[in-house]
């Protein structure tokens, strides 16, 4: 075998989640209620913009969920016995599938800090100058080149320029015709299926017309495809968003960043969320001392500052790990453990407040005529909070799960910053900003890589943001009675 | 109305009592003290002798829960739980690892955090409502649509980039003020000025979000039909009827905010180095100064639960139902 496979903690919930997804998508397709207002959501562009965004954001995430460890080059002198292949020995780094993507930026490090599509360091050092006609060469401080870094020009100064634009358009000159192709394959997948007229659909696509939005998924997927194909060309022979303090490309550190938020942003929801749904339905459901019981804890726990309880869990943890080294033993395993035990403490400061709704809608329910039809048939208090009282909540689960996202990501980097989130050697946008925040001082400044992290969380907060909205107003009756009363009042004027 | 507070008040000292047993269980039982002492004596240097003297300068080589050694009174007193963890009701915290008494501290460092988190509040408050009533006030037009993306956007931006970019513009480029910082008197005023905006700026995207929907809400209610079936101008509608009507859910909303003021803010604080309770906690969390955020723990969740009572009582003023529940 030339790789072990290794599933993290997270890889395993990761994939459970996906599972869980599936099987609600599977579910959803077969109920014409549930239905419904999922595609009130697909109607709505800007939902589905943030949708396109958000998929190349899980595609990198999941692409960095399956871990393995690669067989090492069996040393000189043992025997290369193919048959006893339990023998093999292997590399102490755990990698991702996306580390073998990105292979070629990720194994690349130059010294230390480079500007974006830079050919020299960013700093002046000592540089050896060949002599004349084979003379004694001399020294002098200028800024050397950089070892990968536009390696490949003979003269950088002249030809970085024209270099990076013929990259750059050769990007943009393969990014065309492959949406056109996407296009096209769309329209004829549409067409096929609604017996329509092409000529039609594509004019009803063009001025925006078609049901689901396909005019913003197409705008929104050319920009990415042109911003995306150029930038994968360039990182060839560049550092693109430029190099960090120990020479990482900044690119690649924002990609494997990707993960952590969503992981964070995910799972933490994920973990708590059975507690919460079950605490919720039944406090609400059988009052009474049980209601009290939860509804103390609930109190009790909630009213612990969330940044203090997290420190708090993440002391314990630092000490756990200190004491049973041999539990973890590889970093990344270590690292990874962390990070799941961030996502059960967030969950635990975070919970409470999906649990006071659930209470309180779970109130409301068991007063009306259906539950109380239930109840005189004689129906189990277990089978009618989990068949009558439940489904009727999830809307309010669902809307809770989608909201919280954008916050846990923007909590992460909160939380790296003071030292109690993710481990130190994972890479993180928290611990990006934190190592980059040092070097404000610096003149020039290094900005590159509070950019790119900046960049990075504002299009997968602001996606996560303008999704969750799509799916709030769509499930949530309330809002929805507010817009057509908005619509009403503007019709009125 | 009495009784009913009488009886939140109860209720929020048998909360008081659940927090102080969940973090001395945290701290304690989860966490031993042999562990504590582990990882604050480095994995090289541990002995057994250190360790039990780096318990007993603290004061934790007694026994948890029950002293059995001990006679009467102090079977209870002598435990580590009595002296650590029911001393905090009375505000005597022990002292940090840098042998400082913390009630101290915190009575110092208490004023530098309000000096930052009340203004930030109260200016951030005003500024998100007037926000908020513009949008709702223009509601189903571009400027309501644009103000909301805005606030999308700008909720979108983690809090430390308002910091950095603040710090970095107004310090660094224009040379307005100090990039970091404190003192005391009218020199806070210059130190202020910055952490103020950028906190002020950094919350204006959810606050107002929320509030315009409070606003709307209150928009679709009856007695707003009633009004404008009396003729009364949009103007007047909006500001005497649906403005008075709002702020009360918005101003017992904030009522729970008040207390944690004193907490300080984290983030803030540390990047702007002003000496007050958050960077205080920050610098604790970093250094495992246990005592110290133990003693964090117990403020912060005594402000909280304070904050929860004012808002029941804050409900009972303005709203004469609950006090018939």
């Given amino acids: 075998m030339p790789l072990l496979p290794i599933i993290l903690w997270t890889d395993a919930l990761i994939f459970l989640l996906l599972a869980a997804i599936a099987g609600f998508v599977w579910y959803v397709r077969r109920h014409e209620h549930l239905r419904a207002p999922w595609w009130r959501v697909a109607q709505t562009p800007a939902a589905m913009s943030a949708l396109v965004v958000l998929a190349v954001f899980i595609i990198v995430g999941l692409l960095d969920s399956v871990h393995f460890r690669l067989a090492l080059p069996a040393a000189p002198g043992t025997q290369t016995d193919r048959t006893a292949g339990r023998n093999v020995a292997y590399a102490v780094d755990v990698k991702s599938v996306l580390d073998l993507l990105l292979a070629s930026i990720a194994d690349r490090p130059e010294r230390t800090y480079s500007a974006p599509l830079a050919t020299h360091a960013y700093a002046k050092e000592m540089v050896e100058r060949p002599g004349t006609g084979g003379g004694p060469g001399t020294q002098i401080r200028d800024y050397p080149r950089l070892k990968y870094g536009g390696a490949h020009l003979r003269d950088p100064q002249r030809d970085r320029q024209a270099d990076v634009l013929l990259t750059g358009f050769r990007g943009v000159a393969l990014a065309i015709p492959l949406w056109l192709l996407v296009s096209i394959m769309l329209v004829a997948a549409c067409t096929s299926a609604e017996q329509l007229a092409s000529r039609a659909f594509w004019h009803a696509l063009w001025s925006g017309k078609t049901e689901v939005p396909w005019r913003a998924i197409l705008i929104t997927l050319a920009l990415l495809l042109l911003l995306v194909l150029p930038v994968a060309l360039l990182s060839r022979h560049y550092h693109v968003l430029g190099t960090d303090k120990v020479g990482l490309d900044v690119l690649y550190l924002s990609l494997k960043s990707v993960r952590t938020a969503l992981v964070i942003g995910t799972l933490t929801t994920l973990v708590m969320l059975p507690f919460s749904v079950l605490l919720g339905i039944m406090a609400g459901y059988l009052r009474g001392v049980v209601d009290d019981i939860i509804q103390y804890f609930y109190t009790t726990l909630s009213s612990i500052p969330g940044v203090l309880l997290i420190a708090a869990g993440v002391l314990v943890l630092q000490v756990y790990i200190e004491t049973h080294p041999d539990l973890f033993p590889t970093s990344a395993q270590r690292a990874d453990f962390r990070l799941l035990w961030l996502c059960i403490i967030l969950g635990i400061t975070s919970w409470t407040g999906l649990c006071r709704l659930l209470r309180g809608e779970t109130l409301k329910l068991r007063e009306l005529e259906y539950v109380q039809a239930a109840q005189a048939f004689g129906v189990s208090q277990w089978r009618i909070m989990s068949r009558h009282i439940l489904p009727n909540v999830m809307h309010i689960v669902l809307i809770a799960v989608v909201m919280d996202f954008s916050g846990l990501v923007l909590a992460e980097a909160v939380l790296s910053y003071v030292g109690v989130g993710v481990d130190p050697s994972m890479i993180s946008f928290g611990t990006m900003i934190n190592a980059a925040r040092l070097e404000m001082g610096r003149e020039p400044m290094v900005w590159w890589s509070l950019a790119s992290a900046f960049v990075f969380m504002l299009a997968l907060v602001l996606a996560a943001n303008l999704f969750a909205d799509a799916v709030r107003d769509a499930f949530d009756p309330r809002v929805r009675v507010g817009i057509r009363k908005l619509r009403f009042a503007r019709a009125e004027a | ?325």
């Fill in chain 2, 1 to 325: 109305m009495s009784a009913y507070i009488v009886r939140r008040a109860i209720y929020a000292v048998f909360i008081l009592i659940g927090v102080n047993l969940i973090t001395f269980a945290l701290f304690f039982k989860v966490n031993t003290p042999d562990d504590m002492a582990r990882l604050q004596l480095g994995v090289k240097y541990v002995t057994p002798e250190a360790i039990a003297k780096w318990k007993a300068e603290r004061g934790y080589d007694k026994p948890l829960l029950y002293d059995g050694t001990a006679t009467g009174r102090h079977k209870f007193t002598d435990t580590i739980y009595f002296e650590k963890s029911v001393e905090m009701f009375r505000f005597n915290f022990g002292r940090a690892d840098d042998g400082r008494d913390i009630a101290y501290e915190i009575s110092t460092r208490m004023w530098p955090s309000l000096a930052l988190a009340v203004p930030v509040f109260l200016v951030g408050m005003l500024l998100q409502i007037t926000f908020a009533l513009m949008m709702a006030f223009f509601r189903a037009t571009y400027i309501d649509f644009w103000g909301v993306v805005l606030c999308v956007v700008m909720m979108s931006i983690s809090g430390l980039f308002y910091i950095i970019g603040g710090q970095y513009l107004i310090s660094k480029l224009w040379n307005l003020v100090p990039i970091s910082g404190y003192a005391g008197g009218f020199d806070a005023l210059k130190f202020l000025a910055l952490p103020v905006a950028v906190g002020v700026i950094g919350g204006i995207g959810s606050g107002a979000r929320w509030y315009r929907t409070i606003f709307l809400e209150e928009v679709g209610k009856d007695y707003v039909r009633t009004a404008r079936a009396k003729g009364l101008s949009e103007v007047v509608v909006f500001f005497r009827h649906i403005l008075r009507n709002a702020l009360i859910p918005i101003l017992t909303g904030a009522v729970v905010a008040i207390p944690l003021l004193f907490m300080g803010s984290l983030i803030a604080e540390s990047f702007f180095g002003i000496p007050g309770l958050g960077s205080y906690t920050i610098e604790a969390i970093q250094s495992q100064d246990f005592a110290v955020v133990r003693s964090m723990v117990f403020i912060g969740s005594a402000l909280y639960i304070l904050g929860l009572l004012l808002t029941d009582i804050s409900y009972t003023l303005v709203d004469p139902r609950v006090r018939f529940e």
